[in-house]
């Protein structure tokens, strides 16, 4: 259950956070439209309420006499003219809802010399029979009602678009952190592993010396019955050899040593001992030959790279048309990239995020230090070792080195 609650408020916060900052948009524009509505109807009950006045008039006085004395009780009146039906402008379509009794209201908004009015036509009964009283307002006496409501509104979203954005900065942070202390814990790890792995290897070295020695006189003095134990023994010491050396590597990593390097100078061992691992597989090994240079270390270059024929080898196993690829290539954006290509059967699901993970393999013999030692000897090279799909079908393991710059060697150069 608590499980399943984390992963619940991992998914339904993140989307809480980012739907606050809608809902504050959504009730700030609610907001100041209810504030507009109100405004509006303010000036509608002062047309309304000028429209009674007129209505009260005394009969028999004139325009500007009416007008001086609304203007009294209406500091806002800006103007006001009084429509008979057979005035110019008086029979337009918009005011024909009002002559007829079908409407008793009319607004719009105006803007006049930078002023804004606000203009109403509302019909009465006067002496004179029906007539429609264009009133016109200056629409700025209803701000009063508004401009402290829309400062408050407007500074409440921005005050809650920061809080917002606080919280989520917060959040981030806080994750931030939390992976941060997380990859410091498994580099603290890391590290004493591989410190105790060292210590380890090269406690088992010295002893293991002493056994190959006296396997190998034993084999010298022994009789032909012997000689197959003997072997044995031969063949395990190596493999531990090889084990230790793995642990020897990922412990303490030799720093790089850089010179010029030819391609052609890296290529021979690495063709020999790709030949060497395929020899009795039904699997051949292809490789680029370009005549380059650059600056690297081969010793570490080469390390790596066998670790990944290696590995290349034992994914083909035993299969009809295995093949293995060595490619080298100079991409467009510069540096150059040396891939390990194979049509194995792949990556599983299961093993992809723990192919770096230090003593995972999927055989039932290594160590498990390949790939990582492979990117430990890349990262120190300055590049970086990446796993993908290969076109042949299998992985396709690359090392790339933005930094590097590959220079043309001729024939007798690269001989």
């Known amino acids: 259950m608590t499980r399943l609650t984390w992963a619940l408020s991992r998914i339904l916060f993140p989307l809480a956070m980012a739907a606050l900052p809608l809902v504050l948009l959504f009730s700030s524009i609610r907001t100041l439209a209810e504030l507009d ?6 000036l509608r009950n002062r047309a309304a309420a000028t429209v009674g006045r007129l209505e009260t008039a005394p009969r028999g006085i004139g325009v500007p006499a009416l007008v001086e004395r609304l203007s009294e009780d209406e500091p806002a009146l800006a103007g006001i003219a009084i429509l008979a039906r057979e005035d110019p402008g008086a029979g337009a379509p918009a005011l024909t809802p009002l002559w007829e009794g079908r409407e008793m209201f009319r607004t719009e908004v105006l803007r ?8 109403a036509y509302v019909p009465f009964q006067s002496e004179n029979g029906l007539r429609i009283a264009r009133i016109d307002l200056d629409a700025g006496a209803a701000d009063f009602l508004v401009t402290h409501a829309r400062h408050n509104v407007i500074i409440a979203s921005l005050s809650g678009l920061v809080l917002v954005s606080l919280s989520l900065y917060a959040v981030w942070a806080y994750r931030r952190a939390a992976r941060l202390e997380v990859r410091q ?27 190959k020695g006296f396997a190998q ?32 590597l990922y412990g303490r990593p030799p720093a790089p040593e850089i010179r010029p390097v030819r391609w052609t100078e890296t290529l021979a061992p690495l063709r020999a001992h790709a030949e060497h691992l395929l020899a009795s597989r039904d699997a051949r090994f292809v490789a680029d030959e370009p005549r380059i240079e650059w600056d690297t270390d081969p010793r570490l270059l080469q390390h790596a790279l066998v670790n990944l024929l290696r590995n ?21 954006s510069g540096g150059l990239e040396i891939a390990v290509a194979d049509n194995g059967p792949g990556i599983s699901e299961d093993a992809r995020g723990k192919l770096f993970q230090p003593f995972f393999t999927t055989r039932p013999f290594g160590t498990g230090l390949g790939l990582s030692i492979a990117r430990s000897f890349a990262r120190s090279l300055g590049g970086e070792l990446a796993l993908s799909n290969s076109a042949l079908g299998g992985v396709r393991a690359v090392l790339r080195f933005p930094g590097a710059r590959p220079r043309e060697t001729t024939m007798e150069d690269g001989s």
């Open 312 to 332: 290349a080898a034992e994914a083909v196993g035993d299969r009809p048309g295995g093949e293995v690829r060595l490619e080298v290539r100079r991409p467009g």
């Open 217 to 248: 006189l034993l084999g010298e003095q022994a009789g032909e019955g012997a000689r197959g134990p003997l072997d044995l023994i031969l063949d395990e010491v190596r493999r531990l050899e090889n084990l230790v050396g793995d642990l020897l």
């Open 112 to 119: 006049e010399g930078g002023a804004e009015l606000f203009r």
């Open 37 to 42: 509505r109100q405004r509006t109807v303010f």
């Open 185 to 211: 814990l498994e580099l603290q790890h890391l590290a004493q592993l591989g410190e105790m792995s060292a210590v380890l290897a090269h406690e088992i070295r010295n002893p293991l010396g002493t056994i």
